[in-house]
């Protein structure tokens, strides 16, 4: 826990100018920050506050997860976030263009671990897969996060699996190919990939033969999306990771808005801050 609230004590606070931002699927936007100082220090799971500048309405800003980080060939410098338009904030956002300034603070958050696995299993659910790109990069050896670069050792292979409504929803799943990931895809409707959940997907793909001792899952999404995955994670004794959505005000443990609750060692429960103490938790320890 204190490494955790370290996070929110060194965060940084900064004017970050929109570099470029695009619609990249139905409803989704891409916008580009130079943010050096979260750009250089976010690892894997970890997000940003983002809030309008000049503006009291909408008042409180909103996290977004660190999607990737770029190098202006000398150092790392900008940082993206994908984002889906949810109500009058991010309806707002959209309305920014390049040369335009956001509010930014962090890196928050605790991030994914990184333990030796050879099988790396990725499952996303709606606009969960923002918090996933990083991890995957990392894990093929494809990027370096955190100052100084965390050691993180390679996987043997990185897994994508993503569910959506429909077709029109998946933004960028060409990031993920590139990065090295085998992809595979469910819809509600059937318009690409597997019909049904992204649970059917992974009963359809992975039902059998799946080797719990060499597999570990991290996941992000819909809470119910990722109780179910938690679930069916436990049920054939595969460890996961979960990066909770749950609702943020502050993002620095203030004001306790984003509590959840997490299993203690002794089996009890206590509440625990998703901004301080996650938003990463081991999906055996949260009590859905």
């Not at 060194?10 to 130079?34: C, F, K, N, P, Y």
């Not at 993920?176 to 595979?184: N, Q």
């Not at 984003?258 to 206590?270: P, T, Y």
Request: net charge negative.
């Amino acid at each position: 826990m204190a490494a955790a609230v370290c996070h929110a004590d060194q965060a940084t606070v900064l004017r970050a100018r929109v570099v470029s931002h695009d619609e990249v699927a139905s409803g989704t936007w891409r916008i580009r920050l130079d943010c050096p100082a979260i750009a250089a220090r976010a690892i894997p799971g970890q997000f940003a506050m983002l809030r309008l500048a000049g503006r009291s309405d909408p008042l409180l800003a909103r996290p977004f997860a660190v999607y990737d980080v770029f190098s202006d060939g000398i150092e790392p410098r900008y940082a993206d976030f994908v984002y889906t338009v949810h109500g009058k904030f991010t309806q707002a956002v959209t309305e920014t263009r390049p040369g335009d300034e956001l509010l930014a603070w962090g890196p928050l958050g605790n991030g994914f671990e990184p333990p030796a696995t050879e099988h790396l299993l990725l499952v996303a659910g709606g606009i969960g897969q923002t918090a996933l790109l990083a991890l995957a990069r990392e894990r093929l050896g494809m990027a370096s996060y955190g100052a100084p670069g965390r050691d993180a050792p390679r996987a043997g292979r990185v897994t994508f699996c993503w569910g959506a409504r429909t077709a029109a929803s998946f933004a960028c799943t060409d990031d993920f190919r590139r990065a090295g990931c085998d992809v595979h895809l469910a819809t509600l409707d059937g318009s690409a990939g597997t019909r049904g959940t992204v649970v059917d997907l992974l009963e359809a793909r992975f039902a059998t033969g799946i080797d719990a001792a060499a597999t570990r899952i991290a996941c992000c999404g819909p809470e119910p999306m990722m109780e179910a995955v938690a679930g069916w994670a436990s049920a054939r004794r595969v460890p996961c990771e979960v990066s909770l959505e749950t609702p943020m005000a502050c993002g620095v443990g203030i004001c306790f808005t984003c509590v959840a609750r997490i299993r203690d060692e002794d089996g009890g429960w206590d509440y625990r801050r998703t901004c301080v103490e996650g938003p990463v938790f081991d999906a055996a320890r949260v009590v859905w």
